[in-house]
């Protein structure tokens, strides 16, 4: 059945109602996704000029009383303590330039308080063999710190649960390690930037609320629904041959 026959010279237009219809569908689909994508990449450039701005205001001061994480990720926090170097852990498997090598974790008693904070102080290369484990410098006495707040609970990629040995560990479980340590734990990460001289590196990445990703997502959907129409158009417009043109059987508009 078709839904309409056009004819403009030795061409002619007649798309089917069923193939029609399936093609509608998953060009509206096609589009709508694309959308939604474009409206999710949209609240994500208002959050990420929110990061933005944070990283640009006065830091916050950390003390006894427990933060609220949502209200303090990606902004700069102050802290004053010690570092307790009984339950310094190392991140496996952290690459920077080319080169393999550890995250080192240890939490920071906060002055006054039984609370402390979990700062990556940054980043050691690792040994020449898998068991020489650096063991980079603490700061011994009270210190004051500043650094980036960060979720916690992000994990990189993992293929098996691997147990922690020792104090390397593969990923970061925060409630294993509040556990383990038996330390009360301010709910953020604190990516260290004060300098200090202990031979960490510590070159953090600009927070990414992910606006490129979206906007990848939304061009492929929206080019997907271009390629549907277009294989619509092309596939119902047909050349007749010179015999059939004049043929009064299809002349029909």
Do not use: C
């Not at 991140?91 to 090598?101: F, S």
């Not at 240890?106 to 980043?123: E, F, H, M, Q």
């Not at 898998?130 to 609970?153: F, N, S, T």
Request: cysteine-free; hydrophobic content about 45%.
């Amino acid at each position: 059945m078709h839904l309409l026959k056009l004819r403009i010279g030795s061409w002619r237009f007649a798309p089917t109602l069923w193939p029609t219809l399936a093609a509608l569908f998953f060009f509206a689909l096609t589009l709508a996704l694309g959308n939604w994508q474009s409206g999710r990449a949209e609240t994500k450039r208002t959050l990420q000029a929110r990061y933005d701005a944070a990283l640009r205001e006065p830091p916050i001061h950390v003390g006894g009383a427990l933060l609220d994480r949502d209200s303090v990720l990606y902004r700069k926090l102050e802290a004053r303590g010690v570092f307790d170097d009984a339950h310094t852990i190392l991140l496996d498997n952290r690459v920077m330039n080319g080169v393999a090598g550890y995250h080192v974790l240890t939490p920071l008693r906060i002055d006054g308080s039984a609370t402390a904070i979990l700062v990556n102080r940054g980043w050691v290369a690792a040994g020449r063999t898998r068991e020489q484990i650096p063991l980079p410098p603490v700061p011994a006495g009270r210190v004051r710190l500043e650094g980036m707040a960060v979720d916690p609970h992000t994990r990189y990629v993992e293929l098996a649960h691997a147990a922690p040995q020792g104090r390397v560990w593969q990923n970061l479980d925060f409630a294993r390690y509040a556990s383990a340590s038996g330390l009360r734990l301010q709910p953020v990460l604190l990516l260290q930037t004060s300098a200090q001289n202990d031979g960490l590196q510590r070159h953090w990445p600009r927070p990414d609320s992910g606006v490129g990703m979206h906007v990848g997502y939304a061009f492929q959907w929206y080019s997907l629904a271009t390629t549907l129409a277009i294989l619509w158009l092309v596939m119902n417009v047909k050349r007749q041959r010179a015999g059939d043109v004049n043929s009064p059987s299809r002349n029909t508009i």
